[in-house]
């Protein structure tokens, strides 16, 4: 019979684990918090977006006239409780709250009204590109949803996918489109053939 040997971790993993777990314990309410504010916005988008795949054009417009209805309220109240919980402090890391967390804050900014938030929260998350602590798809997303707002060109070719025989493809407002795949890689990001490929997964035939 074999007699299993008792193995001595690194202390200093072990160290490190149980600063990261009470720096986690530490936010435990933000967390739950971010979780809430959330949740009921994504059901709701979730059930438009199962509906709108099988959805006529203008079954589809009428959902969007739908949808804003529902969702509005939602919007409107948690964007105003992030910009509380922003106040003087920097943005949500992924060590601090955890990628769910963190995906969670990132979508309240990113399907928000409110472009002075978006800007804000862009500028905070700028010194965590490139590190464990930010994804770069949420900086990506955002940095070219602000793009769009203020009509400028996208740098990574996240927003207003354009529809050709059926199927989402580059959209035509983009930085230098020969380089975009290189600019999303540099941050993070898949390649622009996978991303449109889960467009027409996610939303269906476009039209």
Known sequence: MVIGTARVANPS?????????????DNEALIRELA?????????REKFLALRKTATPAERDA??????????????RNTQRLRELLKGRAW???????????NDAFLIVQHSDDLALQKEV???????????????????????????????????????SECRDGHYAVPSKVEDVATLDE???????????QYLKELDE??????
Request: net charge neutral; proline share 4%.
């Open 36 to 44: 809430a504010m959330q949740a009921m916005g994504q059901v709701i």
């Open 202 to 207: 996610m939303y269906g035939r476009c039209s």
């Open 92 to 102: 949500f890391k992924i060590s601090e709250v955890g990628p769910r967390a963190a």
């Open 122 to 160: 862009l500028e905070k998350m700028t010194p965590l590109l490139g590190t464990d602590d930010l994804s770069g798809d949420s900086y990506a997303l955002l940095y070219d949803r602000i793009a769009i707002r203020e009509g400028r060109r996208q740098r990574y070719g996240t927003q207003g």
């Open 183 to 193: 600019r999303r890689k540099a941050i993070g990001v898949g390649p622009m053939a």
């Open 63 to 76: 959902l969007g006239v739908e949808w804003t209805k529902e969702y509005e309220p939602y919007d409107i």
């Open 13 to 25: 993993v072990v160290d490190q684990a149980h600063t990261e777990i009470m720096t986690v314990h």
